[in-house]
């Protein structure tokens, strides 16, 4: 990868998550004094002096558990540390060491790699506070007093990381990069999908719905370009949100969808659409975001008989009826069947949610749509448009000039997508449309 990466462990609830929000000087990982709430890895960029690299944020390690989801944490942190060029290790100078502080330092020793020993929660300022000194018999790293809080020592613990890490070596990754986010309701397959794609454990997969938390970024690519993947939290209903990791995790969904430029929707093909199926694309089509719906467990579905595609995506179609636009892709997440279809769909529609028209194509469409179907009149008084544009992309947005806006109803601007989607595509991508009146300022 072309940036260097830096792995930040420990045991639960020693601060892990709110300090690489320090560092990276954003809210990407979610804070609560819950052990247990990062679950998977999250990655996000930090700089410093003019050097960047990434950092990943881990679940909590509990090296001697029992527990299924705290292996599944585990594993995840151990991946981290694999591909860490360094290691943060965090602990709590309010607790001292622990056992579990213990058996994480004796992993990372094994991993023979630089490892930096953050001892967080020295909130104040002055003297050295004498439990730090316990930390040194971890025989571990570097030491250094830190405070995720306020941010203190944060500076020298960068200095560190910057003499310790390779330099950043600029391949062009983000050159021609398309985010994509797979978004859905909880245990549609989410997670399957991304890890079928990736060819490895990347995220956590459970069948407990809302396992997965965090949203997560994971880089792709194949023949058909490059990709960032983002695996998403399952969105539950608000009235089913009832403590408020869940309520942050249903905002961290919201913000990828935003800053994505493709989503797949994934709908279980034992449910077809439910209501919550509906408000999700429904954001993503308020977003303006290319996308492809995407129907998963096809191979679960018994009795399949040879209309039974056909007759599911038109239950698709009438449950999303203002996606008409988005393709239906049927696949499984578990054996990998279609999946191989996802990416050339993918190219597809975020090249039609970025495409251009000019202008002199549009008005020629506009001409032959308007001597087809007269514009509407009312009360004697005829709508006359008079010329169309197009003023934007992500998604195309389109403005009509016309000499009233109130005499153009939404059956005709209807009319006059279908005509411009009928002739350029657009597949895949919602359109724009606005209406300015004679005397308007063209923006």
Partial sequence: MAKPLVAIVGRPNVGKSMLFNKLTGHRTSIVEDTPGVTRDRIYGDCEWCGRSFSLVDTGGIEPGTQNDMLKFMRRQAQIGIELADAIIMVVDVRSGVTAADQDVAAMLRKARKPVALAVNKCDSIGA???????????????????????????????????????????????EGLISVAIVGKPNVGKS??????????????SDVAGTTRDAIDSYFENDTGKYRLVDTAGMRRKSK???????????????????????LIL????????????????????????????????????????????????????????????????????????????????REVYEQNTSRITTGALNTILAEATARVQPPTDKGRRLKIYYMTQVGTKPPH??????????????????????????????????????????????
């Fill in 128 to 174: 050295t506070d004498p439990n730090v000194f316990e930390f040194y018999s971890l025989g571990i790293g570097d030491l250094f007093e830190t405070s995720a809080v306020h941010g203190h020592g944060t500076g020298d613990l960068l200095d560190w990381v910057l003499a310790n890490i390779p330099q950043e070596q600029d391949d062009g990754e983000e």
């Fill in 192 to 205: 399957s999908l991304l890890n079928q794609i990736l060819g490895e454990e990347r995220v956590i997969v």
């Fill in 241 to 263: 949100v009832d403590d408020l990791i869940e309520k942050y995790s249903n905002l961290r969904t919201i913000s990828a969808i935003e800053r994505s430029d493709v989503c």
């Fill in 267 to 346: 709908i279980d093909a034992n449910e077809g659409v439910t209501e919550q199926d509906t408000k999700i694309a429904g954001l993503v089509h308020e977003a303006g975001k290319a996308a492809i719906i995407v129907v998963n467990k096809w191979d679960a579905v018994a009795d399949k008989q040879t209309n039974t595609m056909r007759d599911m995506e038109q239950q698709i179609r009438q449950g999303l009826s203002y996606m008409l636009y988005a393709p239906v892709l049927f696949l499984s997440a578990l054996t990998g069947a279609r999946v191989e279809k996802l990416f050339p769909t993918i």
């Fill in 398 to 443: 389109f403005v009509i000039f016309c000499n009233d806006a109130r005499l153009f109803h939404f059956s005709y601007q209807r009319y006059l997508e279908n005509q411009i989607r009928e002739v350029f595509g657009l597949k895949g991508t919602p359109i724009r449309i606005t209406i300015r009146q004679k005397g308007d300022k063209e923006e």
